[in-house]
């Protein structure tokens, strides 16, 4: 698997609380697996602000450079990606799942996949192994669950929160590694001609609406206990009657595996 | 008791013989009644019944308990009014997750949303794939349905679902696409829908109105507000569900066949993960013990034999035969499995609130009275030990025959 080349795209993130810039936690992930894949010969790819201080954190998880594509913010970074990435060797694109600032629509990976003409993966979560072009990899389902999918290479494969953990950042390489950058056409993003960015207000909870024409209803609607009512009682049957019946439910509702 | 309407001779002799002890008695009270003189005349013994205490009560809510208004008919489904589309003058595609065949309450707000914006001359098109198990499409809104069949949707085959999508946009261009932006599907296909079409997708969602769609943007301290774009992957809670109309739930068909392409990527199946290492939290299939259980053995038998994560109740927790990280409750963690089977548990309140997101739940008890079996859809009562041995030999069974069929 060691001859296999990586390109991982990173963001710059913003803390959750403060705001304040910091590596994004999806894309230190991509980092990470990117690591894990092809040690020293991952490449790092960002577009962006050369000067932004925060992308050092990913040097600091042992990179020696990250190429930036440079551009202002508010800058469409896919048409500059994709025609870096066509004329690289690349044959694994990694990426975070959404950005943490700007619109964050995580369509990046897709519209890339799309114009690559590339497969993409969504939710990788670790890569088997790779043999003759075709890559077996694991995909993260919800609740846990794994899916094993075959694709051939190259792809761009999403990673999110079941990619391994991210690395510490070390104080010493995130000082000495380089942020070399390149320069590129400009293509203006048109979605913040027509949109605006507002303050996240916070969601109405949502109220339990009950549509009651007297008293004596909202009064056992406001006092019922949390019941389902129509559940059906197997009573005075054998174990493997009831062990049956069980045994059915759960086959339809596909839990047995 | 019976609903059947039986004659009481001795009731009516009593009626008709005027010098009988009981004949008072045995009048129909009047309450009010117009007098002679026009005069409205009420009669406030005659109001309300004895309760069971002995004490008179009054319903005011219309439906009189007890007393002489015994004879109750079994009250009546309501039946809401049915909107019917003839011709739709545009239509809003709807792709909803269909998690385990039914719709989820995701799905069900994103329909709501769907009627929102179809306001009253567009129809609501749901488009699914695979078999469903869902039967009340009709009260949630589907106005058409048009369903996928074939090996090409099974499993995990998002480029022939999207191949379908783009034959449904062909066909009727419908005015907005609706998907749910979930982990459990919808928001990768709504993304890939997006990347294909070339629209600009609003996503997550959580409220379109006036014509503006509100969604968060980057890692959810910001929003973003926009003019609705045609495809919108909305959040949980965009919209109120349906609840007051009944929809035809008509089906459709495309009137082109299916181009059959190569899938570029393959799906090998599921991967049998530890279930003892997925959070109890997002679990899909729990198995808990309760004060009930006596045999533990037994029961971690049970759980690996049917690939179920471990819970427990309190009582359980506390007197150590689990680990405080495996209580269910209040107190523990809120489970959101879809199937939960509560071994040995009565149902505190602490416990059913902790279940409360649970679709379905499976009760085995010794007392039919508890209150968790109220709340579960399947109730078998008997001893616990006997049962999961039984549930252990009908699975093991199961597999065998699984395996003699691929061998």
């Known amino acids: ?257 | 008791m019976s609903d059947l309407i039986r004659r009481d001779p001795r009731a009516e002799w009593i009626a008709r013989n005027r010098l009988h002890p009981l004949h008072a008695a045995a009048q129909p009270a009047v309450a009010s009644w117009l007098s002679a003189a026009g005069v409205l005349r009420k009669n406030p013994h005659a109001v309300g019944f004895i309760g069971p205490n002995g004490l008179k009560r009054i319903d005011r809510s219309g439906a009189q308990q007890g007393g002489t208004a015994k004879r109750s008919t079994a009250s009546a489904v309501v039946q809401l009014p049915l909107r019917a589309i003839e011709q739709p003058a545009f239509y809003i595609a709807v792709v909803p997750d269909m998690v385990g065949g039914r719709l989820s309450a995701h799905d069900k707000d994103l329909l709501g949303l769907a009627h929102k914006l179809a306001g009253s001359d567009g129809a609501v098109v749901a488009v699914i794939f695979g078999e469903h198990k869902e039967s009340a499409f009709d009260s949630n809104g589907v106005d058409r349905l048009l369903q996928f069949d074939g090996e090409g949707f099974d499993g995990y085959a998002p480029e022939a679902r999207v191949l379908a999508l783009g034959a449904v946009e062909r066909q009727l261009s419908p005015r907005h696409w609706l998907l749910p932006d979930s982990r459990s599907g919808g928001g990768e296909l709504g993304r890939r829908l997006a990347a294909k079409l070339g629209e600009r997708p609003a996503t997550r969602v959580w409220q379109v109105a006036d014509g503006m769609a509100s969604g968060r943007a980057g890692a959810g301290r910001e929003d973003l507000v926009q003019q609705a774009p045609r495809l919108i992957l909305a959040a949980v809670e965009c919209a109120e569900p349906v609840s007051e109309t009944r929809h035809e739930v008509r089906p459709l068909a495309l009137s082109e066949a299916l181009v059959s392409h190569l899938p570029r990527i393959q799906d090998l199946g599921a991967v049998a993960v530890d279930p003892a290492q997925i959070p109890m939290a997002e679990a899909e299939f729990i198995l808990s013990g309760g004060n009930g259980v006596k045999d533990w053995t037994l029961f971690h038998q049970a759980a690996a034999a049917l690939g179920a994560t471990e819970g427990a109740s309190r009582v359980a927790v506390d007197d150590g035969f689990m680990g405080r990280e495996r209580q269910v409750g209040a107190s523990g963690i809120w489970v959101t499995a879809r199937v939960y089977v509560a071994v040995g548990i009565s149902g505190a309140i602490q416990h059913l609130q902790g279940i409360g997101a649970c679709d379905k739940v499976v009760a085995i008890n010794l007392d039919p009275t508890c209150d968790m079996i109220k709340r579960a859809d399947l109730s078998v009562i008997g001893e616990s030990a006997a049962i999961l041995q039984a549930l252990i030999e009908r699975v093991a069974a199961h597999r065998q025959g699984a395996e003699r069929d691929a061998a």
């Open chain 1, 1 to 257: 698997m060691t001859d296999l080349q990586v390109v991982t795209l990173v963001s710059v993130g913003a803390h959750p609380t403060s705001g304040r810039p910091r590596r994004a936690e999806q894309d230190a992930r991509a980092v990470e697996l990117g690591l894990r894949l092809a040690g020293e010969r991952l490449q790092v790819l960002h577009a962006g602000d050369p000067q932004q201080e925060a992308l050092r954190a990913y040097l600091g998880m042992g990179l020696e450079q990250i190429k930036i594509l440079e551009q202002p913010a508010h800058s469409d970074a896919l048409p500059v990606l994709a025609e870096y990435l066509a004329d690289s060797s690349a044959q694994l694109v990694l990426t975070g799942s959404q950005a943490e600032t700007g619109e964050g629509s995580g369509m990046l990976p897709y519209l890339l996949a799309e114009q690559l003409g590339w497969p993409l993966v969504v939710g990788l979560a670790a890569v088997e192994q790779v043999s003759n072009g075709v890559a077996q990899v694991l995909q993260a389902l919800p609740r846990g669950q794994r899916r094993r999918l075959q694709v051939r290479l190259p792809f761009v494969a999403s990673v999110d929160n079941a990619a391994p953990t991210a690395r510490q950042s070390a104080f010493g390489p995130a000082r000495r590694g380089l942020l070399t950058g390149e320069e590129v056409e400009l293509v203006a993003d048109p979605l913040f001609a027509s949109a605006q960015l507002q303050p996240a207000k916070p969601r109405p909870k949502r109220l339990k609406v009950i549509k009651a024409k007297t008293g004596a209803e909202r009064m056992k609607a406001a006092t019922a206990k949390a019941s389902g009512g129509g559940g059906q009682v197997l009573k005075d049957v054998s174990p493997q009657a009831g062990a049956e019946a069980i045994f059915k439910l759960l086959l339809e509702e596909g839990v047995l595996r």
